[in-house]
T-cell receptor
Framework: KQEVTQIPAALSVPEGENLVLNCSFTDSAIYNLQWFRQDPGKGLTSLLLIQSSQREQTSGRLNASLDKSSGRSTLYIAASQPGDSATYLC????????????FGKGTHLIIQP | EADIYQTPRYLVIGTGKKITLECSQTMGHDKMYWYQQDPGMELHLIHY???????EKGDLSSESTVSRIRTEHFPLTLESARPSHTSQYLCASSDGWGYTFGSGTRLTVV
């Protein structure tokens, strides 16, 4: 059964800093990994989808990496802005032939103006 | 525009009532999912479907039921709502690779 862990659980930084959010997963037989953003009381917005054949995926100021062998993924946010404040969720396939995603508990990010 | 829609956005209902949460997608995806998220907690898969007439239970046991009569529609039903059902319910669909989520239904049972 897949387990996903995200570190740190919470992070508060001043505007403009570059930061890294970490995700680890136990079942490395994944075909992709997806990062989402969730604003308070809202649904999930997909940020990046990394295929297992890729090592990195970029969208604007966001860059996600995937290392299947070590069971890790990182989300890098460059030049953080107050609008980046949200909870960031990492999700990996449930594994064992089961469909659907397993989510981490998320990193609650606050960017101070 | 291809998207996934959930209604209602918010619902406050009394104990014992029957409720149906609606989820529809216009992307033509065969796979659809329901997740439950308690405040401040992670998402847990409660139901999913591979396509029409297919329904499966997820990791988290739930008293809710689902149906899949049409590809685009995946409603979730609670026959008799209880305060323990108070939560946010998120619907998603997938093309087999990435997942797209709806805005969620925040259910409060009083």
């Amino acid at each position: 059964k897949q387990e996903v862990t995200q570190i740190p659980a919470a992070l508060s930084v001043p505007e403009g800093e570059n930061l890294v959010l970490n995700c680890s997963f136990t079942d490395s037989a994944i075909y992709n990994l997806q990062w989402f953003r969730q604003d308070p009381g809202k649904g999930l917005t997909s940020l990046l989808l990394i295929q297992s054949s890729q090592r990195e995926q970029t969208s604007g100021r966001l860059n996600a990496s995937l290392d299947k062998s070590s069971g890790r993924s990182t989300l890098y946010i460059a030049a953080s802005q107050p609008g980046d404040s949200a909870t960031y969720l990492c999700a990996a396939p449930r594994g064992g032939g089961a469909d659907g995603l397993t989510f981490g508990k998320g990193t609650h990010l606050i960017i101070q103006p | 525009e291809a998207d996934i829609y959930q209604t209602p956005r918010y619902l406050v209902i009394g104990t014992g009532k029957k409720i149906t949460l609606e989820c529809s997608q216009t992307m033509g995806h065969d796979k659809m999912y329901w997740y439950q998220q308690d405040p401040g907690m992670e998402l847990h898969l409660i139901h999913y479907s591979y396509g029409v007439n297919s329904t499966e239970k997820g990791d988290l046991s739930s008293e809710s039921t689902v149906s899949r009569i049409r590809t685009e529609h995946f409603p979730l039903t609670l026959e008799s709502a209880r305060p323990s059902h108070t939560s946010q319910y998120l619907c998603a669909s997938s093309d087999g690779w990435g997942y797209t989520f709806g805005s969620g239904t925040r259910l409060t049972v009083v």
